[in-house]
T-cell receptor, first 112, second 112 residues
């Protein structure tokens, strides 16, 4: 059962533009929502994470928006740079369970 | 502070052989998770371990796969009698808490 759906599958953005990746979840018991960045041949690296008691979290150029009633959350990358080109995964987990359920990933390409 | 260390980085096995993947968690981390990533897919949870205990193995195939995290030494993911479908990247993650997971660089298993 796919519990975290991610879109789009791929995204091309011009340098300086805004990249937006969306995720939707089904399990209302999820209460931790991280985003991971993965470069080819590397492991996923934690980028930013949010808990459902806040609707937005910002760290530098990266912002998570969270809509609890819609069971959706999104990653916004402001002023996108070619170095941001990577695969991005959203994920979700429960405090008690700890296992992460990942979305299918979005391959982001930022053109110079 | 070294990150999560996985070895080997690349492993080639013939069909029917055994594959042993090792993971040393970050210092102070007592929770270890194993995930599998098929080409161009997201990460799928396999197993969650604490020292000397398997906490959740619901993502682990029932046959040929096993995992351990002994009191001393790294966590081991063992795949017996490998088949071509086992070819994938296997990632280990560790955390001091149940949610903040940090990933290793992965072991890329190729079955020929």
């Amino acid at each position: 059962q796919q519990q975290v759906k991610q879109s789009p599958q791929s995204l091309i953005v011009q340098k300086g533009g805004i990249s937006i990746i969306n995720c939707a979840y089904e399990n209302t018991a999820f209460d931790y929502f991280p985003w991971y960045q993965q470069f080819p041949g590397k492991g996923p690296a934690l980028l930013i994470a949010i808990r459902p008691d806040v609707s937005e979290k910002k760290e530098g150029r990266f912002t998570i928006s969270f809509n609890k009633s819609a069971k959706q959350f999104s990653l916004h990358i402001m002023d996108s740079q070619p170095g941001d080109s990577a695969t991005y995964f959203c994920a979700a987990s429960m405090m008690s369970g700890s296992r992460l359920t990942f979305g299918e990933g979005t391959q982001l390409t930022v053109n110079p | 502070n070294a990150g999560v260390m996985q070895n080997p980085r690349h492993l080639v096995r013939r069909r029917g052989q055994e594959a042993r993947l090792r993971c040393s968690p970050m210092k102070g981390h007592s929770h270890v998770y194993w995930y599998r990533q098929l080409p161009e897919e997201g990460l799928k949870f396999m197993v969650y371990l604490q020292k000397e205990n398997i906490i959740d193995e619901s993502g682990m195939p029932k046959e040929r796969f096993s995992a351990e995290f002994p009191k001393e030494g790294p966590s081991i993911l063992r795949i017996q009698q490998v088949v071509r479908g086992d070819s994938a990247a296997y990632f280990c993650a560790s955390s001091p808490l149940e949610n903040e997971a940090f990933f290793g660089q992965g072991t890329r298993l190729t079955v020929v």
